[in-house]
């Protein structure tokens, strides 16, 4: 399966933007890039997800890395609400997971006030 | 109605019962799905439902039991759990079956905290 690498944690201040990398160099060309984030006490979310083109939503904006190799998630202003584990899914026929979320440990966002 | 339930929010079970937890949603998805989150972890999938069939069992133990009667509603029956087997029990649909599952997302309810002493 392709695997996607994410820092362990990272910190923001409020108001600020946030950009959340995720590393997937084995990526194959169908897999999608999928973003989903667990807020304290809660089932996932999802938050966004795209192929080749970056993508924007209410949300956030996911930008794809012209080689795909990796991809950034951006809080364009991170408020206390984002503080959550942000995870970094890859989805698709070649990866033999087009129904399953297969989860990594995720990013750790703190937004500090 | 976007939303996916959860019953009951919270389980306390000794080794020796039985148990349901139960899904629903109202979104006309599927699939359906159980998902195992231990405390600080990753979620792990347990099962796929399709369709109201079982399309993937992830090598889950017999001791989850997981049942589909209709497109809304997803139990999973719990016997003889070890005290290993407390974690948070994420249910979770999506559109469509399973086929073209790389561009939908999936829904998660709030989760079952189960505790199995």
């Known amino acids: 399966d392709a695997k996607t690498t994410q820092p362990n944690s990272m910190e923001s201040n409020e108001e600020e933007p946030v950009h959340l990398p995720c590393n997937h160099s084995?990526?194959?060309?169908?897999?999608?890039i999928h973003w989903y984030r667990q807020l304290p006490s809660q089932g996932p979310e999802y938050v966004i997800h795209g192929l080749t083109s970056n993508v924007n939503n209410r949300m956030a904006s996911l930008a794809i890395a012209e080689d795909r190799k990796s991809s950034t998630l951006i809080l364009h202003r991170a408020t206390l609400r984002d503080a959550a584990v942000y995870y970094c899914i890859l989805r698709g026929l070649s990866s033999g997971n087009t129904g399953k979320l297969i989860f990594g440990q995720g990013t750790t966002l703190q937004v500090k006030p | 109605d976007t939303e996916v339930t959860q019953t009951p929010k919270h389980l306390v079970m000794g080794m020796t019962n039985k148990k349901s937890l139960k899904c629903e949603q109202h979104?006309?998805?599927?699939?359906m799905y159980w998902y195992k989150q231990k405390a600080k972890k990753p979620p792990e999938l347990m099962f796929v439902y399709s369709y109201e069939k079982l399309s993937i069992n992830e090598s889950v133990p017999s001791r989850f039991s997981p049942e589909c009667p209709n497109s809304s509603l997803l139990n999973l029956h719990l016997h003889a759990l070890q005290p290993e087997d407390s974690a948070l029990y994420l249910c979770?649909?999506?559109?469509?079956?399973?086929?073209?599952?790389?561009?939908?997302?999936?829904?998660f309810g709030p989760g079952t905290r189960l505790t199995v002493l």
């Open positions: 979104m006309g998805h599927r699939a």
């Open positions: 979770a649909s999506s559109k469509g079956g399973l086929a073209g599952g790389q561009y939908n997302e999936q829904f």
């Open positions: 084995t990526i194959s060309g169908t897999d999608y």
